[in-house]
Nanobody, 117 residues
Framework: QVQLVESGGGLVQPGGSLRLSCAPS????????MGWYRQAPGKQRELVAA???????NYADSVKGRFTISRDNAKNTVYLQMNSLKPEDTAVYYC???????????WGQGTQVTVSS
C-alpha cells in the first residue's frame, strides 16, 4: 500500500514562511508526478503546485512567485516552500502522488496551514 505522510503545517503570521514536507512510503522515483493541493473551508480542493519526474513544474496563479515545489531524492521527500503567506492561503494542504505501479493518485492525510495575525 502506498502512503504519503505530510508534515510542516502550523500557524504563521501574514508575510511569514512555512515549508511542508511529504514523505512517500515508496521510492520517490516510483511516482511520475507529485503535487500539493489545498482545501479551504467551504471550497473545492485545488491544485497548488505539481512536479513531474521529468522535472517540469506547474503552479496555481495565486501562488506563483511565492511557493516553490522541490524534491530531495536522497531524503525521498517532496517539499513545498511557502513564502509571503497570505490569510487566503489558509487551508488544509494535501500531498498527492501519481504512482507508476497502478496509475492511482494517492493522498496524504493533510496538514493544516493557518495564516493569521
Amino acid at each position: 500500500q502506498v502512503q504519503l505522510v505530510e508534515s510542516g503545517g502550523g500557524l504563521v503570521q501574514p508575510g511569514g514562511s512555512l515549508r511542508l514536507s511529504c514523505a512517500p512510503s515508496r521510492t520517490i522515483f516510483s511516482f511520475y508526478a507529485m503535487g500539493w493541493y489545498r482545501q479551504a473551508p467551504g471550497k473545492q480542493r485545488e491544485l497548488v503546485a505539481a512536479a513531474t519526474s521529468g522535472g517540469s513544474t506547474n503552479y496555481a496563479d495565486s501562488v506563483k512567485g511565492r511557493f516553490t515545489i522541490s524534491r530531495d531524492n536522497a531524503k525521498n521527500t517532496v517539499y513545498l516552500q511557502m513564502n509571503s503567506l497570505k490569510p487566503e492561503d489558509t487551508a488544509v494542504y494535501y500531498c498527492n502522488g501519481r504512482y507508476y505501479g497502478d496509475g492511482t493518485g494517492y493522498w496524504g492525510q493533510g496538514t493544516q496551514v493557518t495564516v493569521s495575525s
